[in-house]
């Protein structure tokens, strides 16, 4: 059976905001409080480690809202389960962010 | 993939775009731009998020994919490890400059230790040897002479340079007693020489055995095989990978009669 990765605080931030559905750049910056420096290359490292993947919007939609199309994030099965390890080792990190109001 | 029109962004993000653009890999690179074309975009066009600045985190996600793509090259490689190595003999020789404080005087100290080096270094050379690991490796095809040769020099390489830092690191060791105590210096000296070579040298055959035998990359992702209860009926132990597909290795847990040593398997025979 494979274990699943210990994460940094930073970086079980991170994926857990991604759970939660922010799934842009500047979203999770603006939830969590990181600053770009740390956010942009955690979620490469986190897509690498393949605890999240990324997709890109659908060209028509951006099109249609005439502006480009964005670079999202998603997280995986794996990633699921190390959120699920994280909030069990850091058990404030539930709160320290809010569910995304769809 | 079009190329998106920066002349949309403010002029110093479009800069700094244009600047970090450089660093990023090529492969990478048109992905990159893309993306922080979108982001930067959104970020403009969003009076709410005005404060924020993503400067920061384009310079460092386009480093981090430079550094990213030189880890995934170099990880593991021959001339990671043999620069590795002569980079610590020139951070031991810097040590020894430090410490007498001029260029001659560490070559003359150097000097005249050599002679003790090129006597303790054959007899070091050859209880290695004698001690070395005696599990060998099986080819699993016809031997391959060239992948043998390159083997041979990687080792002889490999060894020579850590006899070489093995010597400088045992002579700045004891340096700076050698004024005051020359005698118990020279002696510390060989012994702290002969440690070193021979955990070296024990290193060293066991990192050649866990590299490809065709492009001597370290081996990657360890598997456990089999189950250890099972051992008088199948096979169980650990296969290795190597990350250009070139074979694999599997090291039995346990000396069988039926299984006594590792065996390297080379992808085309796996295929054939």
């Given at each position: ?102 | ?211 490809c035998?065709q492009c ?25 990978l190597c990350r250009d597909g070139h074979g694999s ?17 080379y992808q085309d025979?796996i295929a054939?």
């Open positions: 059976m494979l274990s699943t990765p210990r994460l940094s605080h930073t970086a079980a931030l991170i994926l857990k905001a991604i759970s939660l559905g922010y799934c842009f750049g500047f979203d999770i910056m603006e939830v969590t409080g990181l600053p770009s420096g740390t956010v942009y290359p955690a979620l490469r490292r986190l897509e690498r480690d393949g605890l999240a993947a990324s997709k890109w919007e659908a060209e028509d939609k951006a099109t249609a809202d005439n502006r480009p199309a964005r670079r999202y994030y998603e997280i995986t099965k794996a990633g699921k389960a190390a959120a699920l390890a994280a909030t069990e080792r850091y058990p404030l990190l539930a709160r320290l962010l809010p569910e995304k109001s769809r | 993939m079009s190329h998106p029109n920066l002349h949309d962004l403010k002029p110093s993000d479009r800069t700094l775009l244009m600047l970090m653009e450089r660093v990023v890999p090529a492969e990478d690179r048109a992905d990159w731009l893309r993306t922080w074309y979108a982001e930067l975009w959104h970020l403009r066009h969003n009076t709410r998020r005005a404060n924020l600045s993503l400067s920061i985190g384009l310079m460092r996600d386009a480093l981090w994919l430079r550094t990213e793509s030189w880890r995934r090259a170099y990880t593991g490689t021959v001339v990671l490890c043999l620069v590795t190595l002569a980079s610590l003999c020139v951070i031991a020789t810097f040590i020894s400059f430090a410490i007498t404080g001029s260029a001659r005087e560490t070559f003359l100290y150097y000097g005249v230790r050599f002679p003790h080096f090129l006597i303790g270094a054959p007899f070091v050379v050859l209880v290695s040897f004698a001690m070395s690991p005696t599990r060998h490796v099986e080819q699993g095809s016809s031997a391959r002479l060239r992948y043998w040769w390159k083997r041979q020099f990687f080792f002889s390489a490999k060894a020579s340079l850590l006899l070489l830092l093995s010597f400088l690191f045992s002579a700045d060791l004891f340096e700076a007693i050698h004024g005051a105590y020359p005698l118990t210096s020279d002696l510390l000296e060989i012994v702290a020489f002969v440690i070193l070579a021979l955990l070296g040298l024990r290193w060293s055959f066991l990192d050649q055995q866990t590299r035998k001597l990359r370290s081996l990657t992702t360890p598997s456990r095989v089999g189950r250890p209860s099972h051992n008088l009926l199948e096979w169980n132990g650990t296969e290795l290795l599997s090291v039995p847990e346990m000396e069988t009669s039926w299984c006594q040593s590792s065996r390297w398997v025979s054939s």
